[in-house]
């Protein structure tokens, strides 16, 4: 299984610049992206990874890019954050999904901020996504953008 090795390093190598937590799981995180999959697809172009719903934007490569980085049409509170040069990595993803809501209002220090993303994870589920979701992303060598 190389390649489930070099996704593993990869996964790695990014989390070892992590102080908060534990290296998360990919394949435990792949099975908890069920909770996503109403609103989220994951699509390297046609490539489609992971088929779901199209009510939030296309999450592949999302560890490493900028906030409200898609073509999606987001929140005004999702692109003030991305304005802010904020750039999605698996700590500030597994701070994020834990209260979604309350992450954005405090991050912009604005308590009228409304992200339309709503769902929550616990935060090992939340890193075990982050893992997966690196996994299957671009490799992080490529500068997020
Ligand atoms: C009911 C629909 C819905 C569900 C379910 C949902 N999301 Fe979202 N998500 C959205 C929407 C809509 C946005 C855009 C939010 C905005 O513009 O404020 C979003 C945005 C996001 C973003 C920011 C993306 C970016 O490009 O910056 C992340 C990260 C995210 N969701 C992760 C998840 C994860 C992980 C799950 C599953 C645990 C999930 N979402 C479940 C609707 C959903």
Redesign the pocket.
Same mark, same amino acid.
């Given at each position: 299984m190389t390649v489930r090795l070099s996704f593993a390093s990869l996964i790695a190598l990014a989390l070892t610049t992590l102080p908060l937590h534990a290296e998360g799981d990919p394949e435990a995180g792949e099975k908890? !992206?069920k909770?996503? +999959? %109403?609103?989220?697809t994951v699509a390297d172009g046609d490539r489609v990874i992971f088929k779901g719903?199209k %009510? =939030?934007?296309n999450?592949y490569g999302?560890i490493g +890019?900028? &906030? %409200?980085?898609?073509d !999606? *049409?987001?929140?005004s %509170? #999702? $692109?003030a954050? =991305?304005e802010t040069g904020f750039v999605?990595d698996a700590e500030n !993803?597994t701070e !994020? #999904?834990q209260d979604?809501v309350g992450f @954005?209002k405090t991050t912009l220090d604005d308590n009228g901020a409304?992200? *339309? #993303?709503? $769902?929550?994870?616990k935060a090992e589920? &939340?890193a075990d @996504?982050a893992a997966w979701?690196a996994s299957v992303g671009p490799a992080p060598t490529e500068s997020g953008s």
């Open positions: 908890a !992206f909770k996503c +999959r %109403a609103c989220h719903g %009510a =939030g934007p999450l999302l +890019r900028p &906030a %409200a980085g898609t !999606f *049409r987001y929140s %509170a #999702m $692109q954050l =991305g999605w !993803f !994020f #999904m979604p @954005v409304r992200t *339309r #993303m709503t $769902q929550k994870l589920d &939340a @996504v979701l």
